[in-house]
């Protein structure tokens, strides 16, 4: 599966600080549960892909 490929998996996305001082993305699908701890700064850059991928979509054209 790539960035294009449409899918009809459902998941859930929890996004919060844990008790070590990350920052926790914790993903829940069928069965599958995948927890992605990330320091502070790695979060930061994360954020700001996500912001910048979210302005590129803004602008396609469909």
Do not use: C, H
Request: hydrophobic residues 45%; negative net charge; glycine residues 4%.
């Amino acid at each position: 599966m790539g960035i294009n490929k449409e899918s009809e998996m459902a998941a859930n996305l929890q996004i919060g600080p844990t008790d070590q001082g990350m920052v926790r993305l914790f993903i829940e699908a069928e069965n599958v549960e995948i927890p992605l701890d990330f320091d502070p700064d790695e979060a930061d850059e994360i954020a700001e892909e996500l912001r910048a991928a979210a302005q590129r979509a803004r602008a396609v054209k469909y």
